[in-house]
């Protein structure tokens, strides 16, 4: 069986407060190079520019790497 992440131990003692700067990071499902491919890749982008247009994100910067972004 394969070891649980011990992700959720990183929030313990945090909280959410408006105006703060998060960073935030996500990897694709087994680390696979999902955005190798440079059309997913763009996709990725379009959709981090969306929602800064439509106001659900106020990004100061982003990277999209081949198994993840930030």
């Known amino acids: 069986m394969p ?3 011990a ?13 703060r700067i998060y960073l935030l990071t996500a990897n694709t499902l087994g680390r696979e190079p999902v955005f190798k491919d440079y ?3 763009r ?7 969306q ?4 106001g659900f994100a106020d ?3 982003w990277a999209v790497m081949p ?4």
């Open 43 to 49: 996709m990725v982008v379009h959709q981090f520019k």
């Open 39 to 41: 059309t997913l890749g």
């Open 67 to 70: 198994d993840h972004f930030h």
């Open 3 to 5: 070891e649980l992440s």
């Open 51 to 54: 929602a800064q247009n439509e």
């Open 7 to 19: 992700s959720h131990r990183l929030r313990i003692g945090r909280y959410a407060e408006q105006n």
């Open 59 to 61: 990004s100061l910067a």
